[in-house]
């Protein structure tokens, strides 16, 4: 047990992520994975590692019966660890099709959104600053792992080989050392102590999610058949292929920080407001510079600038950044190249560089040209 809650610490530490005092939501499925996060969460708390803790349970309405015996499970599980707990009930499958979006994307969306929310209320009632509060995940180095994979089947920039994020803004994943395996051992280590457990109808530590069975789904099909595979050739492939994707995150890191001073020092917002600030919605010019940058450097920095543009649900293309650069021409705009992007965006390259706008903002200033 002690292994497990070290790791965490560990991890937690190595990564700065959450103070002693921070205000900690931990989201909480019913899952093996995420009622450790409960237990040691407690733990935590109790060791003065964090702050006042409190649990979110999104049921996601997709499993009937089931999806109600997992919000059971948890507000048990809350009650046996002295936990506030915030349970959030959406119709997802509803939610999906009046959006005509994948259900697992929507899903993710409306968790989080909920987590956001019950982390700006948990901070107001405990009288804590929302900056310092933090999402606490229950990601292994499993779903790290399938992830890899994942991107490594249907292609990923090389920055997508690192998997997951330590942190990504409030949301942390303090697990991410930790396998599977490890915290299903930790349940029954519990268990076998006399420490606080908590059972289901059927007397398992656990909520088992039969989906996760189906290979017809992505994450499924890797995680049954593809991680298996690879783990008869090393068995030690937890810990490798976790400390490669740690290496390409360092890697990955320094890359983008050089990316970011590229795109600071030759690439420019098109529009500012005098009262808000600059609109990136308008677009964007890469200065005649930008051209002279070496090309990973460039890819970097046009991915980042049209996730700045687009907003943070934005899927950028491959397709579309290339097409951005293609505005350069032996390091020098291309003057007279036009392209039409992802999301109806225009691209257009003349002396004073590459201008990428909304579609209807370029024929405005071509109908003003010619008028």
């Known amino acids: 047990m002690t292994d497990v809650l070290e790791k965490a610490r560990a991890t937690i530490a190595a990564h700065d992520l ?6 900690v939501l931990l989201m909480v499925s019913g899952g093996s994975d995420s009622t450790a996060l409960a237990y040691l969460g407690a733990a935590l708390r109790e060791a003065g590692d964090v702050g006042p803790v409190a649990m979110l349970h999104v049921n996601h309405q997709l499993r009937g019966e089931d999806a109600d015996g997992d919000e059971r499970f948890v507000a048990a599980l809350a009650e046996a660890l002295d936990i506030p707990l915030f349970i959030c009930s959406i119709d997802i499958a509803a939610e999906a099709e009046r959006s005509r979006e994948n ?3 929507v899903a993710r969306r409306e968790r989080y959104l909920a987590a956001n929310e019950a982390l700006r209320s948990m901070c107001q009632h405990e009288g804590r600053p929302l900056s310092e509060a933090r999402i606490f995940t229950a990601h292994t180095a499993d779903d790290r792992i399938e992830n890899f994979y994942m991107r490594s089947i249907v292609g990923t920039g090389p920055g997508g080989f690192r998997s997951m994020l330590y942190r990504n803004g409030p949301v942390v994943r303090p697990l991410l050392d930790v396998t599977r395996d ?3 051992d930790y349940l ?3 268990e076998a102590a006399g420490e606080t457990v908590v059972r289901d109808e059927s007397g398992a530590l656990w909520r088992e999610d039969a989906t996760n069975a189906h290979t017809d789904r992505f994450r499924a099909y890797v995680r049954h058949k593809i991680v298996p595979a690879a783990k008869e050739w090393n068995s030690a492939l937890p810990e490798v292929l976790t400390r490669s994707m740690n290496l390409i995150a360092d890697e990955d890191d320094m890359l983008c920080g ?3 001073k590229l795109a600071e020092e030759s690439a420019e917002w098109v529009a500012e407001d005098d009262t808000f600030g600059i609109d990136r919605s308008e677009g964007f010019r890469l200065l005649p510079a930008f051209g002279k940058a070496e ?5 970097r920095a ?3 600038l049209l996730e700045a543009m687009l907003g943070p649900d934005a899927r950028v293309e491959a397709a579309s950044v290339e097409a951005v650069l293609a505005g350069f021409a032996n390091g020098a705009p291309n003057s007279g190249y036009v392209a039409n992007i992802q999301y109806d965006l225009a691209v257009s390259a003349n002396k004073r560089g590459v201008l990428v706008e909304p579609m209807a903002y370029f024929r405005a200033r071509r109908k003003r040209t010619s008028d």
């Open 103 to 105: 259900v697992e994307a």
């Open 295 to 299: 090309r990973p450097l460039q890819r």
């Open 258 to 260: 050089m990316a970011e």
């Open 188 to 190: 029954a280590a519990r």
């Open 18 to 23: 959450a103070a002693p005092d921070a205000a």
């Open 302 to 304: 046009v991915l980042r």
């Open 182 to 184: 490890e915290l299903r």
